[in-house]
Each structure stands twice: as C-alpha cells, then as structure tokens.
C-alpha cells in the first residue's frame, strides 16, 4: 500500500495523528475489493467469445470442429450460473488448442469474459464430470469377452496372440508443486506425475492409472497399481490359458500383457530379452514383442497430439492434473469408437522402428521360473512355422547387416 507523503513547511499548519489514519483508513477502503461481479465480466453475453463467436460457428459443424479438434448448476438469487453448454466449450478449449498463451485460465477467462477462479473450477469440475459420465461406457472394468477381443485383435492386426494389451508409462509434466521436494522430479530432469496405460490393439484405453510421482519407475508403479494387484490377485478376468494358433504341441499358454524393459517378468508381462548380441531366435521375439508394445506409445502420441494441452507444461495441482488427465482418455476413446479402424494394417505396419536394440541398460529383475518358462513358449512359437511371419526374417537380417 502506497502511504501518502506528508509534508509540515515553516508557515503551515501541522497534521495531527487523527488526520494521518483517517487518510490512511481512506487508503485501505480504495484497496479493497468494490465489485461482487467485475463489469467487465458482466458484459460477457455482448462480448464474451462464447456469445459472439461460438453461436456463430454452432451454425457450421465443420468449422466448429476444425476450431475445437475435436453439470448440472443451481440458480440461485445472487447471479446467473455459469450453463453446462458453456462450460464444455471452457473445457475444449483448455484441452484441445494449444499455443504459448493458450490453455492458460487469465486468456480463456479474458476470451469468454469470466473470472480467473471461475475458469479454474470450471477446468477441475467438468473433467471431472466427464470422466464419471464417459467412464462406464468408454472405460469399463473389462469383462472376460473385452479381453478375449483384444487378444484376437492383437493377433490379427500385430500377429501377437493371446496377447491382453499393451503397457507404458507417460509423464505429465506440470510445474513443481509447492513443498514437494523430490517427489515429483523424474529421469528427465522435469517434474511430473504419470499415466500408466493398457491399450488395445486399436488404439484405445483400456485401463489407466493417473497420479503416480514422477519420481517412481514404471514397474514400480504397475506393481502399486490397481491393475498390478488384481494381476497378482486372478481378479481381473482374464481369460484361462489356451493354445497358441497352429501350434497344439506347445500347449495351453498364459494369456499375457506386452511391455518394455522397464517391467518385471511375470508369467502375465513380457518383456524382452536383455542383451546386444542375442542368438537369432530371441532376436526375432524381441522384434515381435516391439511390434505389439509399440501401440501403447502410439496411443501416448495420439493423445499429445489431439489434447495440445499435454504439450505444455501443466500449471495447476497435481490433484486437478488427474482429473484432466483421465478426463482427456476418456474423451480419447470416445472420439474413437469401438470397431473404428483408422490406421487399416498395411504392408508397412511391420516396420518397427529399433525394434533389435540391445537391452543391455536393463534393470536386474529376478523373474520366477514360470514367467521365464511362458516366454520361452512365445520365443519357440515365433520361429516355429505356425507362429512366423515373412518378413521377420529379413528385418532381422538387415537389422544384423547395420552392425
């Protein structure tokens, strides 16, 4: 607060201590808050975005999607609630657009003639209504049926049967919560909370867990997860093991979720073999599991890319980030529904980027005799007659001939 200077000159009439804090009390009544609502926001219905711009390209679908890429409130007597339709419209833009101002609450607050607060419940209160309205639907707890049409799926599209899904760890970033020390501070040098997914063979989420410290490993998480204990527990529905396509001799084999080498061996998760120079044979199931874990990292870039708000760092609290985070994979699978195949499978699908690399940064993880046992099973299934694909072999060879 800025003091008013007084000044007592020879000839003049001193200021007593009275006068010095009735100047100073009308000092602090200036300060203080005069408006319940700002003027500025009470003129949001004639200038607002959502009242000008948005009415205008409701009219035109195509252009209302192109600018998006694409709860119920009390009235009360003290000021007109904020309507649901214009609070989704808040939510897409936080989501979808993406540039170095917007996505920040001060610009959307200024576009659609809101209060910064407003905004940030808006944000916090709309994902979170939109991940308990699209979770049954879009995220369901997966029944046996769901898992037995991922396996088929994974089999017919990656050539990777009895295969549940597949698992990877993204960082969020957000900027470092206050008091947090370390717990929040990942590998990369940033701050950030994780998402671990399960995904389909076709691009959708299967299962998520939000909230993780960026701190902790992938396996650490998966191990602490709910999806880890209900694993470990048989609760999650999985399917029995049954036999390997073609190949009746190998018996009945787990059912198995594909992931890298930052997971355990368990005789429900694969991993690859670790090691730079690998006998041919696990060459190839290295080269086979790449190909089908791949999709988790492909799903991790569809939602970067289609929610421009996971390309900048988040600045709101970690408990808000969860809820925009679960909102944005719920909204994903709904943008992409069941049975949608965008991405047709083509001769080029089994390119696989580095998929041979050696693993030779491998943690030390001491697998049971099972896990390693169910995964010699895949090895000898991939470079059995009834288990190979055409092109392994040359990948291989051209991977071999680069050294």
Known sequence: MTIPVLYCCRGTTSINDEEIIALLND???????????????????????????????????????EYFRIMSVKQTHYRKPIDPEQRLAVICLFLF?????????????????LGVSTVASIVSETCDALWHCLRDEHL?????????????????????PNCLGAMDGKHISIQAPANSGSLYFNYKGTFSVVLLALVDADYRFLVVDVGSYGSNSDGGIFANSGLGKALRDGTLNVPPP????????????????????????????LRPYPGRRLPTDKRIFNYRLSRARRISENVFGILSQRFRV?????????SVVDKVVKAACALCNYLRPKGEDQNHATEDDHVCEQPLQGFEHCRGQR??????????LYKEYFNSPAGEVAWQYEHVNHALGNR
Do not use: C
């Not at 607002?48 to 195509?62: D, I, N, P, S």
């Not at 657009?97 to 003639?113: D, M, V």
């Open 140 to 160: 369901p707890v997966p029944t046996e049926e769901m898992w037995r049409s991922t396996a088929r799926r994974f089999h017919e599209r990656w050539n990777f």
């Open 310 to 318: 996971f390309q900048r760092t988040l600045q709101v609290q970690p």
């Open 27 to 65: 000092e602090r009544r200036r300060k203080r808050r005069r408006f319940w609502v700002h003027p500025i926001a009470t003129r949001r219905e004639e200038h607002g975005e959502f009242y000008r711009l948005l009415q205008e390209l409701k009219m035109y679908h195509e252009r209302f999607q």
């Open 367 to 376: 697998a049971s005799v099972e896990a390693q046992n169910v995964r010699e």
């Open 97 to 113: 657009q993406f540039s170095k101002h917007w996505g920040l609450y001060r610009t959307i607050a200024s576009s659609f003639r």
């Open 242 to 269: 049954s036999e390997l396509p073609g190949a009746p001799e190998l018996g009945k084999v787990n059912h198995v979720i594909v992931a890298d080498e930052a997971f355990p061996l368990k005789p429900y998760l």
